[in-house]
C-alpha cells in the first residue's frame, strides 16, 4: 500500500486533530477540566472537647469559599469545602486527610484544632506534596524535622502567645507562678513559652501539675495550688478543660489570693463557662470581634458574618478557618494555579489583611506574623451577650519576638 507523501500526511493528521478536538467527547473533557471544583479538604474535631471551636472554624471557612464564588472564582471554578471530623485524635486525623487526597483529590488541605492532630495532618501531605495551612496552634510545626515548602502556619503559636500574655501579665501581678497543665503538646509548649518569656523577668515556677486532656474534675489538684501560695495561676490548656477547671478553680476561692491568666482566652469558652466563671481572667487571643471598634478589617469581617449566620459574630478560631482558606485561595488566584508548588511560592509572598490588621508568612518557615491581643473577661456594663471581655493591648506583629529560624532548624542564607 502507498504511503501518502510527507507534507499530506502532516496535513492528515492536523486535519484529524482538529476534528478529534472539535468533537462533542473532547469539548465535554476539556469543559470539565475547566469548570472542576478547587477542592480544600478541613479536617476538624466537629465532635469532641473542642467541637464548639471547631463548629465555628467550619462555618467561617464557608464564610471564605462562598466569598471566593461570588466573586467568581479562578478562571470560572468554583471552590468546595470538604468538611470531616478528626474527633480530636492523631490517628483519625491522618486517615481523613488521606482520604481526602487520595479519594476525594483535594487540592489543598486547611485545618486541625489540636497541636496533636496537625503534625499528623502535616506529615500526609507533606509526604503527597499537597498544600497544608494548619489554623491551630503549635511550635512543633514550624522547626524544621516536621516543615516543608507545602507547610503552613496560619495561627499564632504558644511560643508567641504565651509570651505576649507573659510580658503583659507577670510585671503586673507577681513573679511566683504554678501552671495547670493539659498533658499535650498545646500545655507543654504554652509552659515553655511563658517560661521563656518569664525568665529575664525573674519569674518563679512553684510547680508545674499536669492533668489528661478531657478532664472533668480538677479538685484533686485545687487544694495543691492553694497552698503553694502562687502570685499567678497560669491554666495552659483549652476549650472545654479551660470551662471546667476556670469553674473549679472558681468555686474553690482560689481568685482571692491569686491571678488567674491564660495564654489562650477563648471567646467560645467563656460563654459556654459564664461571667462569674471566668471574671477577672486574663488571656491571650488571635481575634475578639470588638476589634471592630478601632480596625476596620475586622467591622467588615464581623459584618459579613453576621449576615451570613444569622447576627451571630464570629469566634477567635471562627476567624482562623476563615484567614487560613482566604489565603490559600487568594494564592491561587497570584499564582494562577491550584497546583501546591506554585500555590506555596504565592503564598510565601503574601501580605494581607482579613480581619485583624496586616499579616504576612516568614519565609524560613511559613509561620503568619501577626498581632497578640491581650483581653481581660468581664461580668459587669456588658453592652449584649458577646460583650463578654475587655481589649488591654494588642502586642503588634513583629518577627523578632519569633524564635529564631535558626533555633527552628532552618538554614537560612542570605
Known sequence: MTQPAPDKRRRQLIGAGIAAASSPLWFN?????????????????LTGAFSAEAQDQKRAAELAVKEFNESGGFNGRMAELLVRDDKLNPGEAATRTLELIEKDKVDFVVGSLSAATQLSINAVCKERKILFNSISQSDAINEAKDWSLYTFHEALNPHITAGAVARYAFPKFGKKVVYLTAD?????????????????????????????IGASDYSAFLPRIQALKPDVLVLCNFGRDLVNSAKQATDFGLKSGTKIITPVLLYTSRLAGGADAFDGIIGGTSYYWGMEDTVPSAKQFNDKFRKAFGGAVPSDYGALGYAGVRSVLQAVRNAKSTESLAVSIALRQLKYDWYKGEQFYRKCDHQSVQSVIIV???SKNMKDKNDVFNVLAIEKPNEQLLRTCDELGHKVTT
Open 184 to 212: 499535650y503538646a498545646y500545655g507543654h509548649e504554652m509552659v515553655r513559652g511563658f517560661q521563656r518569656a518569664g525568665a529575664p523577668l525573674g519569674v518563679q515556677t512553684l510547680a508545674d501539675i499536669r492533668h489528661p
Open 376 to 378: 481581660e473577661s468581664k
Open 29 to 45: 473533557i476539556a469543559r470539565a477540566q475547566n469548570s472542576a471544583p478547587i477542592k480544600i479538604g478541613f479536617p476538624t474535631p
